[in-house]
């Protein structure tokens, strides 16, 4: 029987592996879970390590003596400041990582490394792309385009696994939705925090605070738990090798459906004029001047007609959970609930601004991985409600009513 290893292990997208594994302990008898903090604790065939992939591949090697396994899951994330840094801390993680497992001797062996990443593949944090995206779809290259840091990491694996005994696979996952504590994107997390809040100071209503484009346009979201699921199957799948796979829950969704449902289940309103009230705390931000689909605006015949897009806010996220009112209003609640005191100062509001504020669809194709075999899906209402529950059990949330 396999073991696993897994970087980022306290991670949206990493926890999530190191729980899914941990719980199939036949199949999988030992998880080693990596990451600097330990924030839980785990069933007995979980084997944590402190390791920082940040420090030299000597030095990680020395804390990686015990961790072997047939399959790594790399999910470790360290967010910077810009692109480039972003390519350069997060490349140099990878590559130093599969470094040390060289030099400690537990790349010998390996069967198969899984490397998590995102849909900024589609460069679909720059603007719109092709819908749907599809992993046959060319890279967004070019003078014009930043760097992009999950391109290095794929150049990074590819290398590492050639002519080597083990393969690869690399995951497209997408607006996740799961548990984190302190992680560096987490909807979940930051929009039950919108509505607790909101409900708290007692208007009775949520409005949207995102863009009114995006509000009926849409989005394919990813379950941290299905991807983990995914993962666990692309591990052991043998036509998976050497292949990308989106990874999505498999309905297409909008705002204009889960809003709704968000607002009915804090016990509150959306309200029906909302784009039509005056938006005092609206902000605005230009991305890319060439959005991805603009490459393939000739062969499309799309010429002359592919726009610079923005993210839009009806309510300044950011600004919003500046506002005094908006403090004191999170401090009672916290307070009169129990919950974590710091959880709405780690939220991630530009994250949530970006997820609820831009102009373009993000439609993600599932059909190679179903082509292959994969069936598993996720309803995307049902898991937001979910991770909800759960972050109240964690007292990171209020009870909704
Ligand atoms: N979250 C999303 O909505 C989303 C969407 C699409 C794609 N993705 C992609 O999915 C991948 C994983 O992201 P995520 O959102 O799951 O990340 P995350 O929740 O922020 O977790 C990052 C993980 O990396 C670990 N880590 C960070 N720096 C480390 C270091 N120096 N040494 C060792 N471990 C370190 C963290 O643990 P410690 O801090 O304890 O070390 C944590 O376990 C990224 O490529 C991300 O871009 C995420």
Redesign the pocket.
């Known amino acids: 029987m396999p073991s696993a290893i897994v970087?980022?292990?306290?991670?949206?997208?990493?926890?999530a592996i190191v729980h899914e594994l941990s719980a199939h302990a036949q199949q999988w008898p030992t998880v080693h879970a990596?990451?600097?903090?330990?924030?839980e604790s785990y069933p007995s065939n979980v084997i944590h390590n402190h390791?920082?992939?940040?420090s030299p591949s000597k030095e990680m090697a020395e804390q990686l003596a015990a961790v072997k396994g047939e399959y790594l899951f790399f999910?470790?994330?360290?967010?910077q400041d810009s692109e480039q840094a972003n390519f350069d801390v997060?490349g140099d993680?990878l590559e130093a990582f599969l470094n040390a497992l060289d030099i400690t001797g537990a790349s010998k062996t390996l069967k198969r490394i899984i490397l998590?990443?995102?849909?900024?593949q589609y460069g679909v944090h720059l603007g719109a792309a092709k819908c749907p995206m599809m992993e046959s779809d060319r890279w967004v290259v070019g003078d014009d385009r930043p760097p992009n840091?999950?391109y290095r990491?794929q150049d990074i694996l590819r290398h590492y696994c050639q002519d080597r005994e083990f393969d690869w696979v690399v995951t497209?996952?997408?607006?996740?939705i799961?548990l984190?504590k302190g992680?560096?994107?987490?909807?979940a997390t930051s929009v039950g925090l919108y509505a607790a809040v909101t409900k708290e100071l007692g208007s009775g209503e949520l409005p949207f605070p995102g863009s009114e484009i995006f509000y009926t346009k849409f989005d394919s979201f990813?379950v941290?738990n299905l991807h983990a699921k995914f993962c666990a199957w692309a591990a052991l799948e043998p036509r998976a090798g050497n292949e990308a796979f989106n990874v999505v829950n498999g309905d297409i969704e909008s705002w204009q459906n889960l809003w709704p449902r968000l607002a009915q289940r804090y016990g509150l309103k959306v309200p029906p004029d909302q784009f039509e009230r005056s938006a005092d705390m609206s902000s605005e931000m230009l991305l890319a001047e060439r959005p991805p689909l603009d490459d393939w605006a000739d062969e499309l015949g799309l010429r002359g007609k592919v726009r610079q897009n923005k993210v839009q806010q009806r309510i300044d996220l950011v600004k919003w959970s500046q506002k005094e009112e908006v403090k004191e209003g999170w401090e009672k609640l916290a307070d009169r609930e129990g919950l974590e005191k710091d959880a709405f100062e780690k939220a991630t509001w530009e994250?949530l601004a970006f997820v609820l504020g831009r102009d373009y669809d993000i439609v993600i194709s599932m059909s190679k991985a179903r082509k292959l075999g994969w069936s598993g899906y996720a309803d995307t209402w049902e898991s937001l409600e979910e991770a909800l529950g759960e972050l109240e059990v964690a007292k990171v949330l209020p009870k909704a009513k």
């Open positions: 970087t980022g292990a306290t991670g949206i997208l990493g926890r990596l990451s600097r903090s330990k924030t390791v920082d992939l940040t999910s470790a994330y360290l967010q997060n993680m998590v990443t995102g849909a900024k840091f999950y990491q497209y996952p997408n607006d996740v799961g984190a992680n560096f994107m987490n909807l990813t941290a994250f």
